[in-house]
T-cell receptor, first 112, second 112 residues
Framework: SQTIHQWPATLVQPVGSPLSLECTVE??????LYWYRQAAGRGLQLLFY??????ISSEVPQNLSASRPQDRQFILSSKKLLLSDSGFYLC???????????FGDGTRLSIL | DAKTTQPNSMESNEEEPVHLPCNHS???????IHWYRQLPSQGPEYVIH???SNVNNRMASLAIAEDRKSSTLILHRATLRDAAVYYC?????????????FGQGTRLTINP
């Protein structure tokens, strides 16, 4: 069966520090991968999506970047975190455009 | 982005059916209707999706109006574990990937 792993579960970082969140998927090949952010009390906002290795599309301009160095690995990064980067970050995968998305357990990021 | 409208909150009793409404008057012919739910501090969980015909699975049923401008998620026998925020989403396609736009959803409370 397919599984998705995100880590860490929680993270506290100072303003201006770098960020790297990792997401891996097991049990499937060539998944579509997604990064979302959920601000407190809000709905999810799509940040990045990828349909293949090295293929990254951004939905909104921001202080973050994404990379897909391997088929089932999706990384969210920042060189210098801002206070506004705080939130609940979720990775998701789908087997195709007509298949549902499956979400990880998320990373709760607090910026101090 | 295609829009949906849901009530902010609903309340029901355990072991009773729950009907969660969703309006999507601007839906296009290729938009699938997706439902996800989210428990506190967890990633969203896929519930069900459909295009034109009513759909059933082990979790719920989806009733879609003939003109597709509204739909209803039906939980046949609610349990306390069904308490969550339910999102009705119109799936769009962007460059070979899905785009799910999450609104505020309906917060469902189940009374014992």
């Amino acid at each position: 069966s397919q599984t998705i792993h995100q880590w860490p579960a929680t993270l506290v970082q100072p303003v201006g520090s770098p960020l790297s969140l990792e997401c891996t998927v097991e049990g499937t090949s060539n998944p579509n991968l997604y990064w979302y952010r959920q601000a407190a009390g809000r709905g999810l906002q799509l940040l990045f999506y990828s349909v293949g290795i090295g293929q990254i599309s951004s939905e909104v301009p921001q202080n973050l970047s994404a990379s897909r160095p391997q088929d089932r690995q999706f990384i969210l990064s920042s060189k210098k975190l801002l206070l506004s980067d705080s939130g609940f970050y979720l990775c998701a995968w789908s087997a195709g455009i007509d298949q549902p998305q499956h979400f990880g357990d998320g990373t709760r990021l607090s910026i101090l | 982005d295609a829009k949906t409208t849901q009530p902010n909150s609903m309340e029901s009793n355990e072991e009773e059916p729950v009907h969660l409404p969703c309006n999507h008057s601007t839906i296009s012919g290729t938009d699938y209707i997706h439902w996800y739910r989210q428990l506190p501090s967890q990633g969203p969980e896929y519930v069900i999706h459909g295009l034109t015909s009513n759909v059933n699975n082990r979790m719920a049923s989806l009733a879609i109006a003939e003109d597709r401008k509204s739909s209803t998620l039906i939980l046949h026998r609610a349990t306390l574990r069904d308490a969550a925020v339910y999102y009705c989403i119109l799936r769009e396609i962007i460059q070979g990937a899905q785009k799910l736009v999450f609104g505020q959803g309906t917060r469902l409370t189940i009374n014992p």
